[in-house]
């Protein structure tokens, strides 16, 4: 049940990210409809799934890369659907639709087992922790993803080049704010999920801060994080250099993402 | 007499170069009595705007007149000819015609169907008639073009559906600046684009409007049309940073603007972003001032290509205009070459008429017995083999003059048959008209 629903996930996110990146060399308020509704469709699906899953296992499915990268692809469409239907960007679609789908795919590639839960990982400030870090990175996914469109957008206006993209995407002031809100919202919830993580980790290891590699590439995210918003807040940075520090913030997101394990294996 | 085109256009040159040939109307006597000081140039109108300088004049010798002109206008501005010529186009006979019809149309614009270029030749040929450049033949012309224009206006929707310079500063600002109605406009100088590109961000949404000029009271007098907020030249940079669109077009020789200003300007407004049309030419912002990030700098050809996203709509009407510019050729036509071969005609006439009368008069004073209806007719008789005579080459000349070959049947016909020197004065052609 849990492998058809994901399946049909997989086909509706293909179908949606062909739909998003035709409504990028077509106008057609159908087309933009359609993809819309196709994604939808998808993320309810992919929902379902997830839920099928957690039923079945008796936990949040976050608990492996598998897991965890069909769940951070669940988070990023929430926030899109979210963004998309507040300011009408159906763009941003054309570059997240296709991110959500090689994340699925990614995930349904790697390698999944039936087996025990780790009892490190049997509290409930894992599971807040988790959740909110997913929550966290999807609001930096949209952001950078926003923020590769507004560096598309501002080279066209600065080479005076008004083709059919320039056409497609949003306005500058636009962007930006929901490269700002995503900050807004992100930031907030990477906070809470690294004093929950940390608060985890001394049930789990006795220490509130480890400095293992997971909790301090987490640090680094939210330093860069707090220097953006910082930044912004206090000196007026926006535009280009917001832009270029949102894209930086969301490769460290990815490297910690994939690339750093917790010291502790389970 | 020919009319003669010579000039260059936002088709032919970029802003750098139209900018270093443009006239300043503050200084437009100058240029205009030596364009009629030129060797075999007679009238001359000069009309200089941001998309186009052209020179109209009437001229008997066609390929030399335009090349003095052509050679005028790189040497009036210190500019290498070489660098120059590449740029300038040149019509005469018709196609002049059809050429200034069509300018003053507005169907050879930057948006085809913007209303200001009328009101620009308008006023170059005003100063071409202060200053007495202008003659019979250039007067007839324009007010030809501009009644020309003026039917192409009513008569076709090309004006009505068109999409100005103005209408694409706005839609370019709201792909920069987003929704407009927290936004405020700064005008700096008085242009008509500039006015009309005011008008149409206030119609958008836009907040508020503030005015700056160089003279106060003109600014004042803006201000208050628009329900906004005058602003002292001298305090422009002060004011700057309330602005988000800036729409500039002074007469200043130098850039009002520069990237330093506009970093500043950028700080005091916490780096919200800025959008500066300059429509001045020459400009009135440093083109640096687009890189500064945060700052974006457009002039009139930029908006181009905005605007021709909506060309296709507009080709019928201007098909449609096109078919009323070459109607009015072909009315224009006739009464220029009419201008040459009238008082041709009319002096052979004359000449044939004086040997009629002297030749009857001399019949009838020596005739005794003269039945009573004889003068009657002999009259009749003279009168109407003169005219026989003279229809065939009325006609060829008539015919001549529309062919353009006027000056050498005029010439021959003058020989042949002893006529005096064809007088073309103002008086007899204004009978004429």
Redesign the interface.
């Known amino acids: 049940m849990t492998h058809l629903f994901f399946i049909l996930t997989v086909a509706l996110y293909g179908c949606a990210t062909a739909a998003y990146l035709a409504c990028l060399v077509r106008t057609s308020p159908w087309l933009t409809r359609w993809a819309a509704r196709i994604l939808a469709a998808g993320f309810t699906a992919h929902l379902l799934s997830t839920i099928h899953l957690a039923n079945k296992m008796k936990y949040l499915p976050l608990t492996n890369m598998q897991e965890s990268l069909s769940f951070f692809s669940l988070a990023t469409v929430a926030a899109f659907i979210f963004f998309e239907r507040r300011y009408k960007v159906t763009t941003l679609g054309s570059f997240i639709a296709p991110v959500a789908l090689m994340m699925l795919i990614a995930s349904s590639s790697l390698h999944a087992e039936v087996r025990q839960l780790h009892p490190i990982l049997q509290s409930n400030w894992f599971w807040f922790h988790a959740l909110l870090a997913f929550a966290s990175y999807a609001c930096f996914t949209i952001a950078a993803g926003v923020a590769i469109m507004y560096l598309t ?1 501002n080279y066209f ?2 080479t ?3 083709g059919a993209l ?2 497609k995407l ?5 962007m930006d ?1 929901i490269s700002y809100r995503c900050l807004t919202v992100g930031f907030p919830l990477l906070t809470v999920a690294i004093i929950s993580g940390s608060i985890w980790s001394e049930q789990a290891m006795g220490s509130y801060w480890v400095w293992d590699r997971k909790q301090t590439w987490s640090l680094i995210i939210w330093l860069i994080y707090a220097a953006l918003l910082h930044g912004r807040l206090t ?7 917001a832009a270029i520090l949102s894209i930086l913030g969301f490769i460290v997101v990815l490297f910690t993402f994939f690339a750093m394990e917790h010291s502790i294996s389970w | 007499m020919n009319i003669i085109v010579v000039g260059l256009s936002h088709k032919t040159a970029a802003v750098e170069t139209r900018e270093r040939v443009a006239f300043s109307p503050n200084n437009i006597e100058k240029p205009l009595s030596e364009l009629i000081g030129l060797e075999g140039i007679v009238e001359g109108v000069i009309v200089s705007t941001c998309n186009r300088v052209e020179i109209y004049a009437t001229t008997r010798d066609i390929a030399g007149g335009i090349a003095r002109i052509k050679r005028f206008m790189a040497d009036y501005h210190h500019l290498p000819f070489e660098a120059l010529e590449p740029h300038l186009y040149s019509y005469h006979a018709e196609a002049a015609i059809r050429h200034v019809f069509r300018v003053a149309s507005s169907l050879d614009s930057m948006v085809v169907g913007e209303p200001q270029i009328l009101g620009q030749i308008k006023t170059s040929y005003g100063y071409a008639a202060e200053f007495k450049s202008s003659g019979i033949i250039l007067n007839r012309f324009l007010h030809k073009a501009f009644s020309v224009a003026k039917r192409v206006r009513t008569e076709t929707k090309i004006a009505s559906s068109a999409v100005s310079v103005a209408f694409a500063a706005v839609e370019l600002a ?6 407009l109605s927290d936004k405020t406009v700064m005008l700096i100088g008085a242009g008509e684009m500039c006015e009309l590109a005011a008008k149409h961000f206030l119609n958008s949404g836009a907040k508020g409007v503030m005015v700056t000029n160089r003279t106060f009271e003109r600014a004042e007098k803006l201000a208050e049309e628009f329900g906004g907020e005058a602003v002292r030249f001298e305090e422009l940079l002060e004011h700057l940073h309330h602005a988000d669109i800036v729409l500039s077009s002074t007469g200043a020789p130098h850039h009002i603007i520069g990237p330093k200003d506009v970093k500043e300007v950028l700080k005091r ?5 800025i959008f500066f049309i300059d429509i001045a030419v020459p400009r009135d912002i440093d083109p640096k001032v ?2 500064v ?2 700052a ?1 700098l ?1 002039t009139v050809d ?1 908006l181009q ?2 605007i021709q ?1 909506n060309l296709a709509q507009r080709s019928l009407e201007a098909e449609k205009a096109e078919q009323i510019i070459s109607q009015e050729i072909g009315q224009f036509h006739k009464w220029l070459s009419t201008l040459e071969v009238t008082p041709a005609i009319v002096a052979l006439r004359n000449r044939f008429d004086e040997i009629r009368r002297a030749e009857l008069d001399k019949t009838i004073t020596g005739w005794k017995d003269l039945p009573p209806d004889a003068e009657k007719r002999l009259e009749a008789l003279t009168l109407a083999m003169m005219n026989k005579l003279l229809h065939a080459p009325t006609s060829v000349l008539k015919q001549a003059g529309q062919g353009g070959r006027v000056d050498l049947y005029v010439d021959a016909l003058r020989q042949l048959f002893e006529l005096e020197a064809l007088q073309r004065d103002d008086e007899e052609l204004e009978l004429e008209e």
Not at chain 1, 236 to 241: D, Y
Not at chain 2, 269 to 273: N, S
Request: aromatic share 14%; charged share 40%.
């Open positions: 957008q206006l600065k005076k080049h008004f320039f056409q949003p306005s500058l002031e636009t704010e000196i007026g940075w926006r535009g280009k250099r | 709201k792909k920069i600046l987003g929704d407004r916490r780096f919200k972003p687009d890189q990030e945060n974006y457009f930029n290509e905005i996203a």
